[in-house]
């Protein structure tokens, strides 16, 4: 039987493939996946009974997500990231990805071109292709900031989107204010879309985050993804969303309509809940992962001889670069073979030449990342 030829060229998710070398070899300590390690707080749970309560939850909702969570968000962008948006423009989705996926479709056409900064978010990647379109690859600098010369340059007829992420994955670097509205001034003098990914807003380490969307006058061209998942322990709770120009509101409720009708109504139940505990209870949590960072951090410094690690003010992921000959990949299955500690290959992340390997300390407390680390650290000597 035939299969989509487009299908071909989607790179195969990293995580599953990593997760199954992980099972094969217990006791591993997994530096792999970026989740946090604590859970939802509270008031998310108790909105479940709330949901429980009016039977007519349990029938299809809105598909652009429930009144009250979309005013919620709307309040929450307006004081947080200085973003005056209606609640009309806000579509709540079944996670960041969905977001995303559902701005590709809406805005290109088969054989359209979006620009991404190297090394990039690998699930934008394959849904750039799934949507039969071409990623233009732009690297980013040493220390992995945006290269605005580069990206103008990458522009042409073709080009729909520039995409950030900031903070970013998988490098943790903050990009900033002034390299954030140059792309959004070239989206806007080349009637592109920005779209920002701000997952990771609230994980940053002595710089401020930045929402391109802010600026009086980019709302007609800008689209703002955020998520639930890092911040508020919320990852298989699947609740994201995004701000969108009022222009595209048909397309993408026609996409999500087909493709999940509305995100879950009890996750959006919980998001209301997990909004009203607020900023307040993911940055003491946060705390803690600082401290966790500065430990991993201060233990790589021992292997810099061989392993270099760029400035990271932001999310909770390293990305290292390695000398060695090896491929990114067989440094990753020798680490979880070998040393029982597992991190992700800097080649889905389209890094193919040099060794580079993602390190994620989100998940781990402080105890479980020395050991995490220390494993990590007397891998690479060896390999190296």
Request: glycine content about 8%; proline content about 5%; charged content about 15%.
């Amino acid at each position: 039987m035939r299969q989509a030829l487009r299908m071909q060229s989607v790179q195969l998710p990293m995580i599953p493939i990593v997760g199954e070398l992980i099972r094969q070899h217990p006791g591993t300590i997994s530096l792999g996946q970026g989740v946090v390690s604590y859970p939802p707080p509270p008031q998310a749970i108790a909105q479940i009974s709330k949901f429980l309560s009016q039977p007519n939850n349990h029938k299809y909702q809105a598909v652009e997500g429930i009144a009250a969570l979309r005013s919620r968000i709307a309040q929450k962008l307006q004081t947080e990231n200085g973003m005056d948006v209606s609640a009309q423009n806000i579509v709540v989705t079944a996670g960041s990805n969905m977001g995303f996926l559902n701005a590709i479709l809406a805005i290109t056409d088969p054989g359209d071109d979006v620009i991404l900064q190297a090394p990039y978010y690998f699930n934008h990647e394959m849904a750039i292709a799934i949507a039969s379109c071409r990623a233009i690859v732009v690297p980013t600098d040493e220390h992995h900031q945006l290269q605005c010369d580069r990206i103008r340059q990458a522009i042409t007829e073709k080009t729909r989107a520039i995409v950030t992420i900031s903070p970013n994955n998988p490098t943790g670097a903050v990009y900033s204010e002034a390299d954030l509205r140059t792309v959004n001034q070239l989206c806007q003098q080349h009637h592109l879309y920005h779209i920002s990914d701000e997952t990771y807003e609230y994980f940053t380490y002595g710089v401020p985050h930045v929402s391109p969307g802010s600026p009086s006058g980019s709302g007609n061209h800008t689209i703002s993804l955020f998520s639930l998942s890092k911040a508020y322990g919320f990852a298989s709770w699947r609740i994201g969303y995004m701000v969108v120009p009022a222009h595209l509101l048909e397309s993408i409720q026609k996409i999500q309509d087909t493709n999940v009708i509305c995100p879950a109504v009890i996750s959006q139940y919980a998001a209301l809940g997990a909004l009203e505990a607020g900023k307040a209870y993911c940055q003491e949590k946060i705390a803690a992962i600082a401290e966790v960072r500065d430990i991993v951090l201060q233990e790589l410094s021992s292997i810099s001889q061989f392993c270099t690690v760029p400035p990271a003010h932001g999310a909770f992921y390293f990305l290292l670069n390695v000398q060695t000959d090896l491929s990114s990949m067989e440094v990753v299955e020798r680490l979880i073979c070998e040393d029982g500690v597992a991190v992700l290959p800097g080649s889905t992340f389209g890094l193919e030449t040099g060794c580079y390997l993602r390190v994620a300390y989100g998940a781990l407390d402080r105890d479980t990342a020395i050991a995490g680390v220390g494993r990590l650290i007397r891998g690479l000597k060896r390999i190296f």
